[in-house]
């Protein structure tokens, strides 16, 4: 008889009690590619490890394409963090669990007692991102003999946490890098953060303008901040000339133009004769012409472009810093004192590690690449003109912050069926309790599987659980009965391998909170295990979060893939008192914390700052800040928790009968206070506000009942936690 007919005749699934045994002869589902199949498919802990190694993980989630030089699998099976990139020596490496459980361990055991989700920043990894744009186009300009120089600038847009900028401004004050604003209260965090930079560093104002926004640049330039106000819009040049006159002073200008160069990617909208920001060629025209009326053509200096973000290809990148460089010249024939080529942005990231040109995740070059793309282009087009060659300046946001940021979550449970085993007693009761019409369905489900009729034998499996449906919705059939058509439907198609085995795992984290351009553009970062790389993933999932909403899961991963090799969780989870299961979100820092929102009143994640520190595998946390609570989210809606929280109390003392001398009603709105001051995220079960002492909560609260005061984990200006980790 065939396996299939052993599954049927001696395997038929359960309500409670009644189940169907495994046939190991059935033919195994196919394994998932580029992980070798398990021994067997019930239990982890009986496959075999021996044949696998960190090295197999790291070719498994191609981290040593989108990681690279900052991330690695260490001999532990742990995601290490190389702060210094390429030039970061073996005990200088930083391994990722350790920082993770010494930051969300509770106080009392030597941790930080911060609740996951969390946001790990490497400012040492900023600093090297930083460094290595810098000495990409030193060495184009130094090897071609460039006649100025690369003065960068980034966009604060990208990502406008305050200790981000300023340690931008401050890594990048020895080579004059400055900052880019495209609003009115970017352009006050830009000025504030200059006064501690380079005086020469650039201060770029994009965007769209109005009379204050041109009035703060103007103020800004008189200031001494070397600012320059670039043009979006043609009327913005009157406000410009009217204003500057007002304040008396001399603005420095800039234009930004629309390219006929088009970036046919998703991220290239903006670009062409139709995009949404610049000036046409007659647009730039009569601005020249206005100038030179106004005897202020000298003002104009600086011309700006932007192509689009993640742009794929050199050839691309070339064909518009060519185009660019054309009306650079143009406009020095025209008599502007022209000193800046502002290429924008567009220096893109290897999300999936692929190196592909084509693609809307990856890139065909690196820095160096990209660098002396950029200056050939530019030189080329002066020369010919015999134009002095530009001070080259980009808007590199996204290349710049967006590895220095990883987002870490925790795994809570995981969906499986597992078949429990049934005597042939108990599968023909189960039988004879099906009505007559169902039976049929059963009997040929099962002539079909003697015949080897696999496709048949799916078609009478549905054909069985339909009919029980409707049984079921009749009133005529019981929930244990359909439970069981269910395990038996479900059995078959695992027995010819058209199961689905995919599981969904269901993660502590909002995906419109934390990783919103997944699900607004379906943009793909780089998901991994952060441990038990040296073990085989055993299954394949996909991640749900915990909000109400069905678009709240990531079902797309990087390398085409519509789920995630992942490992069984160990226990029940990470909050049941099984081990944790921890997941990294890598690339992630630009945008995704200023696009967050707060769906179902989720906020942001908490987040520490950790820097290399003397020693061998050693690491400092210079800052760590909770995230939101839940009275800091309910405040973002307009709501008041205190007021909120006294109505809840004044319910308590009129609904909540105490005898004790009003203990149970003291502990009760202390336990609702709390609340208040909890992140909304799942916690551990054993710090339940209403059920765990204070003193046993790992998170920081106020030892006062009374809603208003909270304990900051952030240090001093010179204090910082250091950690051994060798």
């Not at 003193?695 to 250091?722: A, H, M």
Request: charge should be negative; hydrophobic fraction near 35%.
């Amino acid at each position: 008889m065939p396996a299939l007919t052993c599954c049927v005749d001696a395997a038929v699934p359960p309500p409670p009690g009644y189940a169907f045994a495994w046939d190991s002869s059935l033919p195994a589902p196919e394994p998932f590619s580029g992980v070798p199949p398990p021994t067997n498919t019930t239990s982890a802990a009986s496959v075999d490890l021996s044949r696998w190694s960190p090295s197999l993980s790291e070719s498994l989630y191609r981290i040593n394409g989108w990681g690279a030089p900052y991330f690695s699998v260490n001999s532990s099976g742990n995601i290490s963090v190389r702060p210094y990139g390429t030039d970061t020596l073996a005990h200088q490496e930083i391994d990722l669990m350790k920082v993770v459980k010494k930051v969300s361990e509770p106080k009392s055991s030597g941790g930080l007692g911060l609740q996951l989700p969390l946001i790990i920043r490497l400012p040492d990894v900023l600093k090297n991102r930083l460094e290595s744009l810098q000495s990409a186009f030193d060495f184009a300009i130094q090897s071609q003999g460039y006649g100025a120089h690369y003065q960068g600038v980034y966009p604060v847009k990208c990502n406008q946490d305050r200790f981000v900028v300023e340690d931008i401004v401050g890594f990048g004050s020895s080579f004059r890098f400055g900052l880019e604003a495209g609003s009115k209260p970017e352009l006050l965090l830009a000025m504030s953060c200059l006064c501690k930079g380079s005086p020469e560093a650039l201060l770029i104002c994009n965007g769209f303008k109005d009379a204050e926004y041109i009035s703060l640049a103007l103020v800004a330039r008189k200031l001494l901040i070397n600012t320059v106000i670039v043009l979006e819009q043609e009327e913005e040049i009157d406000l410009v000339i009217d204003l500057s006159r007002k304040l008396g002073v001399r603005p420095v200008i800039g234009m930004r133009a629309k390219l006929r160069t088009k970036h046919s990617g998703h991220f290239g909208s903006t670009s062409g004769e139709k995009g949404k920001f610049g000036l046409t060629t007659t647009q730039i025209l009569r601005v020249v012409k206005k100038l030179e009326q106004c005897g202020m053509l000298d003002c104009m200096q600086l011309l700006h472009f932007h192509v689009g973000s993640q742009i794929p290809s050199t050839a691309l990148l070339a064909d518009s810093v060519g185009e660019a460089s054309q009306i650079y010249c143009e406009l020095v024939r025209l008599g502007a004192c022209m000193r800046v080529i502002d290429i924008g942005g567009g220096l893109g990231i290897d999300y999936d590690g692929s190196k592909s040109p084509d693609s809307d995740v990856s890139v065909g070059y690196g820095l160096q690449e990209y660098a002396a793309a950029v200056v050939q282009a530019v030189r080329f087009v002066c020369d010919r003109k015999s134009v002095k060659h530009p001070v080259i300046c980009s808007e590199s946001g996204r290349a710049i912050v967006s590895h220095h940021s990883i987002l870490i979550f925790e795994a809570v449970s995981a969906s499986t069926y597992n078949v429990p085993p049934i005597s042939s007693i108990d599968l023909q009761y189960f039988v004879k309790r099906l009505p007559e019409d169902a039976c049929e369905d059963y009997e040929k489900l099962s002539s079909a599987a003697v015949k080897g009729d696999y496709d048949t034998c799916l078609l009478y499996a549905d054909h069985l659980k339909q009919r029980c449906v409707e049984l079921f919705k009749e009133g005529s059939f019981e929930i244990e009965q359909l439970a069981a058509v269910d395990g038996l439907c479900d059995l078959v198609s695992k027995a010819i391998g058209a199961s689905d085995p995919v599981h969904t795992y269901h993660v502590n984290l909002s995906v419109f909170t934390s990783i919103p351009d997944f699900w607004g553009i379906g943009q793909l970062f780089p998901i991994v295990p952060i441990h038990r790389l040296d073990q085989r993933p055993v299954t394949r999932g996909i991640l749900s979060d915990l909000t109400c909403d069905s678009d709240g899961k990531i079902d797309k991963f990087i390398g085409g893939e519509s789920s995630l090799p992942l490992h069984d969780l160990e226990g029940n989870g990470g909050l049941s008192g099984g081990g944790a299961y921890y997941l990294g979100m890598f690339l992630g820092g630009a945008y995704e914390e200023a696009l967050g929102g707060v769906h179902n009143l989720f906020g942001g994640p908490s987040v520490v700052r950790v820097s290399q520190s003397d020693g061998p595998h050693s690491f400092a946390v210079t800052r760590a800040v909770p995230g939101p609570s839940c009275g800091d989210v309910l405040r973002v809606m307009q709501h008041e928790p205190d007021l909120m929280f006294e109505t809840l109390k004044h319910r308590i003392e009129e609904f909540v009968h105490d005898d004790n001398d009003g203990m149970a009603q003291a502990s009760l709105a202390g336990g609702l206070a709390r609340y208040f001051h909890n992140m909304p995220y799942l916690s551990a079960s054993s710090s339940c506000c209403l059920t765990a002492a204070n003193g046993g909560n790992p998170y920081y609260f106020s030892d006062d009942d009374k809603y208003g005061t909270v304990v900051e984990s952030v240090p001093g200006e010179d204090e910082q936690w250091s950690y051994c980790c060798a």
